[in-house]
Protein backbone atom coordinates (compact mmCIF):
# COMPACT_ATOMS: atom_id res chain seq x y z
CA UNK A 1 0.00 0.00 0.00
CA UNK A 2 1.18 3.48 -0.52
CA UNK A 3 2.37 5.71 1.65
CA UNK A 4 -0.27 8.14 1.32
CA UNK A 5 -3.07 5.67 1.23
CA UNK A 6 -1.76 4.23 4.71
CA UNK A 7 -2.01 8.00 6.11
CA UNK A 8 -5.47 7.71 4.95
CA UNK A 9 -6.18 4.54 6.79
CA UNK A 10 -4.69 5.57 9.33
CA UNK A 11 -6.92 8.50 9.61
CA UNK A 12 -9.47 6.31 8.74
CA UNK A 13 -8.86 4.22 12.13
CA UNK A 14 -8.70 7.12 14.11
CA UNK A 15 -12.68 7.95 14.00
CA UNK A 16 -14.34 6.61 16.88
CA UNK A 17 -17.18 5.86 14.47
CA UNK A 18 -15.19 3.70 12.24
CA UNK A 19 -13.05 1.80 14.97
CA UNK A 20 -13.42 2.05 18.50
CA UNK A 21 -10.57 -0.31 19.52
CA UNK A 22 -7.47 1.69 20.80
CA UNK A 23 -5.56 -1.73 20.72
CA UNK A 24 -6.13 -1.46 16.53
CA UNK A 25 -4.86 2.14 16.25
CA UNK A 26 -2.08 1.94 17.83
CA UNK A 27 -1.07 -1.21 15.86
CA UNK A 28 -1.96 0.93 12.63
CA UNK A 29 0.38 3.86 13.91
CA UNK A 30 3.09 1.31 14.38
CA UNK A 31 2.39 0.25 11.02
CA UNK A 32 2.36 3.87 9.39
CA UNK A 33 5.88 4.49 11.46
CA UNK A 34 7.70 1.57 9.79
CA UNK A 35 6.40 1.65 6.23
CA UNK A 36 7.88 0.51 3.67
CA UNK A 37 9.84 -1.89 6.11
CA UNK A 38 7.26 -4.80 5.78
CA UNK A 39 9.99 -7.91 6.80
CA UNK A 40 10.08 -10.75 9.14
CA UNK A 41 11.56 -9.17 11.76
CA UNK A 42 8.92 -5.78 11.76
CA UNK A 43 5.80 -7.84 11.33
CA UNK A 44 6.24 -10.83 13.57
CA UNK A 45 3.62 -11.56 15.65
CA UNK A 46 4.97 -11.03 19.08
CA UNK A 47 5.87 -7.59 17.80
CA UNK A 48 2.94 -7.01 16.49
CA UNK A 49 1.14 -7.89 19.68
CA UNK A 50 3.43 -5.86 21.74
CA UNK A 51 2.53 -2.42 19.59
CA UNK A 52 -0.89 -3.75 20.28
CA UNK A 53 -1.17 -4.55 23.84
CA UNK A 54 1.79 -3.32 25.11
CA UNK A 55 3.65 -5.60 28.13
CA UNK A 56 0.94 -8.31 28.40
CA UNK A 57 1.76 -12.00 27.76
CA UNK A 58 1.87 -13.09 24.34
CA UNK A 59 -1.81 -14.53 23.22
CA UNK A 60 -2.18 -15.57 19.46
CA UNK A 61 -5.31 -16.02 20.19
CA UNK A 62 -6.05 -12.22 21.24
CA UNK A 63 -3.79 -11.17 18.23
CA UNK A 64 -5.86 -13.09 15.81
CA UNK A 65 -8.88 -11.50 16.00
CA UNK A 66 -7.87 -8.28 15.96
CA UNK A 67 -5.78 -8.52 12.88
CA UNK A 68 -8.92 -9.70 11.52
CA UNK A 69 -11.05 -7.12 12.49
CA UNK A 70 -7.89 -4.90 10.92
CA UNK A 71 -8.51 -6.76 7.53
CA UNK A 72 -12.58 -5.81 7.65
CA UNK A 73 -11.61 -2.34 8.71
CA UNK A 74 -9.31 -1.99 5.71
CA UNK A 75 -11.55 -3.30 3.38
CA UNK A 76 -14.34 -1.10 4.56
CA UNK A 77 -11.48 1.76 3.88
CA UNK A 78 -11.08 0.87 0.39
CA UNK A 79 -15.31 0.94 0.02
CA UNK A 80 -15.53 4.58 1.39
CA UNK A 81 -12.69 5.56 -0.74
CA UNK A 82 -14.11 4.13 -3.89
CA UNK A 83 -17.51 5.65 -3.03
CA UNK A 84 -15.52 9.44 -1.92
CA UNK A 85 -14.12 9.57 -5.62
CA UNK A 86 -18.17 9.21 -7.45
CA UNK A 87 -20.20 11.81 -6.62
CA UNK A 88 -23.32 10.27 -8.51
CA UNK A 89 -23.25 7.46 -6.18
CA UNK A 90 -23.37 9.72 -2.74
CA UNK A 91 -26.08 11.64 -4.25
CA UNK A 92 -27.77 8.52 -5.11
CA UNK A 93 -27.15 6.98 -1.41
CA UNK A 94 -28.15 10.60 -0.12
CA UNK A 95 -31.72 10.35 -1.96
CA UNK A 96 -32.12 6.88 -0.73
CA UNK A 97 -31.49 7.81 2.82
CA UNK A 98 -33.32 11.15 2.86
CA UNK A 99 -36.24 9.04 1.49
CA UNK A 100 -36.26 5.76 4.22
CA UNK A 101 -36.29 8.46 6.64
CA UNK A 102 -39.60 10.61 4.93
CA UNK A 103 -37.52 13.86 4.64
CA UNK A 104 -39.66 14.78 2.07
CA UNK A 105 -38.39 18.12 1.83
CA UNK A 106 -35.14 17.79 1.32
CA UNK A 107 -35.46 14.79 -0.48
CA UNK A 108 -36.83 17.10 -3.55
CA UNK A 109 -34.42 19.77 -2.73
CA UNK A 110 -31.82 17.16 -3.22
CA UNK A 111 -33.37 15.92 -6.37
CA UNK A 112 -33.85 19.56 -7.72
CA UNK A 113 -30.22 19.88 -7.43
CA UNK A 114 -29.44 17.26 -9.17
CA UNK A 115 -31.14 17.78 -12.31
CA UNK A 116 -29.69 20.80 -12.40
CA UNK A 117 -26.55 19.33 -13.00
CA UNK A 118 -27.31 17.13 -15.43
CA UNK A 119 -28.87 19.86 -17.39
CA UNK A 120 -25.40 21.33 -17.33
CA UNK A 121 -23.97 17.86 -18.66
CA UNK A 122 -23.74 17.16 -22.21
CA UNK A 123 -22.80 13.55 -21.94
CA UNK A 124 -24.62 10.90 -23.39
CA UNK A 125 -22.00 7.74 -22.96
CA UNK A 126 -23.05 4.64 -21.62
CA UNK A 127 -22.45 5.35 -17.77
CA UNK A 128 -24.47 8.42 -18.22
CA UNK A 129 -27.62 6.30 -19.11
CA UNK A 130 -27.21 3.88 -16.50
CA UNK A 131 -27.05 6.83 -13.84
CA UNK A 132 -30.05 7.97 -15.49
CA UNK A 133 -31.59 4.83 -15.08
CA UNK A 134 -30.92 4.43 -11.53
CA UNK A 135 -31.92 7.67 -10.57
CA UNK A 136 -35.41 7.21 -12.57
CA UNK A 137 -35.91 4.34 -10.38
CA UNK A 138 -35.20 5.38 -7.05
CA UNK A 139 -37.65 8.07 -8.35
CA UNK A 140 -40.03 5.21 -8.59
CA UNK A 141 -39.30 4.30 -5.23
CA UNK A 142 -39.95 7.09 -3.80
CA UNK A 143 -43.55 7.71 -5.49
CA UNK A 144 -44.50 4.44 -4.31
CA UNK A 145 -43.63 5.58 -0.72
CA UNK A 146 -45.60 8.35 -0.82
CA UNK A 147 -48.41 6.95 -2.86
CA UNK A 148 -48.40 8.78 -6.37
CA UNK A 149 -49.66 6.89 -9.00
CA UNK A 150 -49.43 9.22 -11.64
CA UNK A 151 -46.10 8.60 -12.54
CA UNK A 152 -46.85 6.94 -16.20
CA UNK A 153 -44.04 9.36 -17.72
CA UNK A 154 -41.47 8.38 -14.73
CA UNK A 155 -41.79 4.87 -15.90
CA UNK A 156 -41.20 5.87 -19.56
CA UNK A 157 -38.41 7.46 -19.16
CA UNK A 158 -36.71 4.48 -16.68
CA UNK A 159 -37.57 2.18 -19.70
CA UNK A 160 -36.07 4.73 -22.41
CA UNK A 161 -32.47 4.90 -20.52
CA UNK A 162 -31.93 1.18 -19.98
CA UNK A 163 -32.78 0.54 -23.16
CA UNK A 164 -29.67 3.23 -24.06
CA UNK A 165 -27.48 2.07 -21.35
CA UNK A 166 -27.99 -1.36 -22.71
CA UNK A 167 -28.05 -0.88 -26.43
CA UNK A 168 -24.22 1.15 -26.19
CA UNK A 169 -22.85 -1.01 -23.85
CA UNK A 170 -24.15 -4.27 -26.29
CA UNK A 171 -22.64 -2.37 -29.72
CA UNK A 172 -19.52 -1.26 -27.64
CA UNK A 173 -18.67 -4.87 -26.62
CA UNK A 174 -19.49 -6.03 -30.10
CA UNK A 175 -16.70 -3.55 -31.55
CA UNK A 176 -14.59 -4.84 -28.84
CA UNK A 177 -15.07 -8.70 -29.49
CA UNK A 178 -14.36 -8.18 -33.17
CA UNK A 179 -11.30 -6.28 -33.09
CA UNK A 180 -10.06 -9.14 -30.75
CA UNK A 181 -11.35 -11.68 -32.93
CA UNK A 182 -9.29 -10.10 -35.60
CA UNK A 183 -6.39 -9.60 -33.19
CA UNK A 184 -6.01 -13.13 -32.59
CA UNK A 185 -6.18 -14.79 -35.72
CA UNK A 186 -3.81 -16.37 -37.43
CA UNK A 187 -1.38 -14.01 -39.62
CA UNK A 188 -2.57 -11.11 -37.69
CA UNK A 189 0.30 -8.75 -37.55
CA UNK A 190 0.83 -6.01 -35.51
CA UNK A 191 -0.14 -3.18 -38.14
CA UNK A 192 -3.26 -5.17 -38.48
CA UNK A 193 -4.05 -4.75 -34.43
CA UNK A 194 -3.19 -1.14 -34.57
CA UNK A 195 -5.98 -0.84 -37.29
CA UNK A 196 -8.55 -3.00 -35.89
CA UNK A 197 -7.96 -0.86 -32.51
CA UNK A 198 -7.74 2.11 -34.16
CA UNK A 199 -11.63 2.05 -36.13
CA UNK A 200 -13.18 0.47 -32.72
CA UNK A 201 -12.00 3.64 -30.66
CA UNK A 202 -13.62 5.47 -33.65
CA UNK A 203 -16.57 3.46 -33.27
CA UNK A 204 -16.77 3.57 -29.85
CA UNK A 205 -16.39 7.19 -30.03
CA UNK A 206 -19.47 7.42 -32.39
CA UNK A 207 -21.73 5.55 -30.40
CA UNK A 208 -21.20 7.75 -27.20
CA UNK A 209 -21.69 10.79 -29.19
CA UNK A 210 -24.80 9.90 -30.89
CA UNK A 211 -28.03 11.22 -29.76
CA UNK A 212 -30.86 9.53 -31.65
CA UNK A 213 -33.04 10.81 -28.64
CA UNK A 214 -32.77 12.87 -25.88
CA UNK A 215 -31.37 12.16 -22.36
CA UNK A 216 -34.07 12.52 -19.92
CA UNK A 217 -34.65 11.54 -16.00
CA UNK A 218 -37.93 11.29 -14.46
CA UNK A 219 -39.48 14.52 -12.47
CA UNK A 220 -40.41 14.20 -8.62
Same mark, same amino acid.
Given at each position: ??????????????????????????????????????????????????????????????????????????????????????????????????????????????????????? #???????????? #??????????????????????????????????????????????????????????? #??????????????????????????????
Amino acid at each position: MPKKDLRRFRDFSRSPYFNKHKDLRRLIDYLWRIHPRFDEKTCEKQRLFQEAFGADVFDEGKLAPLLTYGRRLLEEFWVYEEMSQDPFQKQLYLLQGLRKRELFPHYAKQVKKIQEQWK #ADASQDTETYYR #AFRLDREAVLYNHQIERHDDELLYQAKQENLDRFYILEKLMDACEISVRQKFFAPGCSC #ACWTLCSSRSKRIKKGLSRCRPLPRTTGSI
